[in-house]
Structure formats: structure tokens, C-alpha cells
């Protein structure tokens, strides 16, 4: 086997180890102490004013989604157009139906009313 493949098969056996463990260690060596003022709810440091479990609109959430649809496809559109002058013609046409689909996305979400903010 050649050791590139050695390599990222290691990586692939550690990573979820190398990712549980500071959740197990600190589930086991951390301070347990719990008591009502720990367990209390809070806001800021502050105490809370009514009901803590307070229901939000859907609206909010399909906003933030949006919002993060576009911004990790900005992230692939970057280097793209970093490079656009060494693109082949290929490539900035791949490129600009890439950004007609975001622009259709858009347009659906508008239609959608996802990114009205307001009640």
C-alpha cells in the first residue's frame, strides 16, 4: 500500500478520537457541583423576566440559513475569482451558471419571503 493511503487512512482512524477526547476527559476530570443557582437559568448574567423557553419565529432560523447558504458559496467563489484570469473559457462559464443558480436561490428565498425580517 503506498504510505500516502497509510497516511489518510491514520488520519481517518485518529481524527474521531483526537475530536472525543477533550469532551471525555473533561466530562471525567471537571468539577461536578451542581446546585440551584448553577442550574438556574440566565440571559447575559442576568436574571431572566418571564418564561425562559420562549418560542422564536421559524423566520429567524430561514434567515440565518440563508444567510449561511450564501455566505459558504461566496467561500467557493472566491478562488474562482482569484483565478479568473487564468480560467479556461470552460471554466468562467461553469462559473457563471454557479452564480445564476445563487441568483436563482436568491430569487426563490425573496419569493419565499425568507428574508423579510419583519412580522
Do not use: S
Not at 6 to 26: R, T
Not at 76 to 103: C, K, R, S
Request: glycine content about 6%.
Amino acid at each position: 500500500m503506498e504510505p500516502t493511503w497509510v497516511f489518510i487512512g491514520v488520519f481517518f482512524l485518529l481524527a474521531p478520537i483526537l475530536a472525543a477526547a477533550p469532551i471525555v476527559i473533561g466530562h471525567y476530570l471537571g468539577p461536578h457541583k451542581p446546585n440551584p443557582i448553577k442550574n438556574d437559568v440566565y440571559e447575559c448574567g442576568l436574571k431572566t423576566v418571564g418564561d425562559a423557553w420562549v418560542r422564536f419565529k421559524v423566520q429567524y432560523y430561514l434567515f440565518a440559513l440563508v444567510f449561511l447558504i450564501f455566505d459558504v458559496e461566496l467561500v467557493f467563489l472566491y478562488p474562482w475569482a482569484v483565478a479568473y484570469d487564468m480560467l479556461p473559457t470552460f471554466a468562467v462559464l461553469e462559473g457563471l451558471l454557479f452564480i445564476i443558480m445563487l441568483l436563482a436561490a436568491l430569487v426563490y428565498a425573496w419569493k419565499r419571503e425568507a428574508l423579510d425580517w419583519y412580522d
